[in-house]
């Protein structure tokens, strides 16, 4: 019985022991996704836009969540903006809400958003889904964003902002 208690004792330290050293392996930089700036102010220019028949440009506002507990590994955003539009039969005012996602973890990102695109004035008025699809290059701290992609209201777009 004594025997079996001793075999029993030294299974179990010898368990921890080893749980306990295979942990302390780890580093933490591997497990933690570096931070972004949370805030920054972006200009986007459509160049050329749809062959030159829809010319976007705006100005708009993102707010980033990281680190939340629904979907830890993506960082979420929201960003709000306002722009003018120049088409072929004339120009409209437009506003939008979107709600997006970034992967990656080092300098370069897939982002995806959607919305919600207000038209304001011109022959296109009443509300669109706002969407887009693109790249990012920021790296994490850095206070300088790039950004290309396609979406609407935006059409074929380039983005150059600052982060706080």
């Known amino acids: 019985m004594r025997r079996n208690l001793k075999i029993r004792l030294s299974l179990i330290l010898c368990s921890l022991l080893w749980i306990i050293t295979s942990y302390g392996q780890a580093t933490p930089g591997d497990s933690i996704k570096p931070k972004m700036l949370n805030n920054s102010i972006n200009l986007s220019i459509g160049p050329g836009g749809i062959v030159a028949l829809y010319v976007p440009a705006g100005i708009f506002y993102e707010r980033m969540f990281q680190g939340e507990r629904f979907l830890p590994k993506l960082t979420k955003f ?7 539009v120049g088409y072929w039969e004339g120009e409209s005012a437009f506003v939008f809400s979107r709600y997006g996602i970034l992967t990656g973890h080092k300098k370069y990102h897939l982002e995806a958003t959607l919305g919600a695109v207000g ?3 011109g022959d296109i ?3 669109l889904p706002a969407v887009s ?8 701290n850095s206070h300088y964003v790039f950004r290309t992609g396609v979406g609407i209201p935006e059409a074929i777009y380039v983005s150059w902002g600052v982060s706080f």
């Open 78 to 84: 929201v960003d709000v903006g306002v722009g003018a």
């Open 119 to 121: 038209y304001l004035n």
């Open 125 to 127: 008025v009443g509300v």
């Open 133 to 140: 699809i693109g790249m990012r290059r920021q790296k994490p």
